[in-house]
């Protein structure tokens, strides 16, 4: 096994134990990000462990996410809802309103330019 390919293996652990976050795993090995993002660029075997370890991450913040709507924590059920409710109308909306706080009827008109 060469230099680099030892590198990225190191990169790998390190990524496992720093849940996939790249300052931190690259300084742990030694390895500028330049290097890294150009790895995940041209190695498609790196770059899918890279993923698996980023998903994995990814599961463990939404069971810490669940663990806080398990305990009660409103703020963390809300956002839960916000984000993979909006199907079922968990949705904020947003209403562009006047001076008066009223909503406002403005129309736009398309103006095709005939100039050529």
Known sequence: MNKTEQH??????ALE???????TAC?????GRTTFYGWLNDDEEFAKQVEDI??????????QLHKQIGDGNTS????YLKTKGKGRGFVERQEITGANGMPT???????ENTED
Do not use: M, P, W, Y
């Open 76 to 79: 963390a059920t809300i956002f």
């Open 54 to 63: 980023q998903n994995i991450a990814l599961d463990f913040a939404e069971s």
């Open 27 to 31: 300084r742990t090995v030694g390895v």
């Open 105 to 111: 009827n403005f129309q736009i008109e398309i103006i």
């Open 17 to 23: 134990k720093h849940l996939g976050i790249v300052t």
């Open 8 to 13: 990225k293996k190191a990169i790998i652990e």
